[in-house]
């Protein structure tokens, strides 16, 4: 047989077994996969609310809701709310009700954001 065709033989099988390992310790070292976000619907003020909650992973360090300005939405902010997940804090972001009373607007988000977090914590019993 040829010896340029054997040693191309060699070597293509030499890639093939390091690609080959090469994905199978990235496939055992990868860490656990994060979890997916869990969409809850609620009623606050009579308004329909849609809540994506991100369960912390391992032991919760904390709670952060991450809310979005005028043009904007939940998904928006789903790759910070993911980030902080992984460090271990429940992550709540929800699309608040976008209403014009900016009168009350100072007076409704504090009761809005504590019904996201009593709901985000009624669903995750870990939390409390």
């Known amino acids: 047989m040829n010896p340029l065709f054997m040693r191309a033989c060699r070597c293509a099988a030499a890639v093939a077994i390091g690609a080959v390992a090469m994905h199978a310790s990235a496939t055992a070292a990868a860490p656990d996969a994060p979890p997916s976000a869990q969409t809850q619907l609620h009623r606050l003020d009579g308004h329909r609310v849609t809540l994506d909650v991100y369960p912390a992973l391992g032991a919760v360090r904390g709670a952060a809701i991450l809310s979005h300005g005028f043009t904007r939405s939940r998904q928006t902010l789903a790759g910070h709310a993911q980030a902080l997940a992984e460090a271990g804090v429940l992550a709540l972001t929800p ?34």
């Open 95 to 128: 699309d608040l009700p976008c209403t014009f009373d900016f009168p009350a607007m100072p007076a409704r988000w504090p009761r809005w954001w504590a019904c996201c977090a009593r709901a985000a914590c009624s669903a995750n019993p870990s939390t409390r």
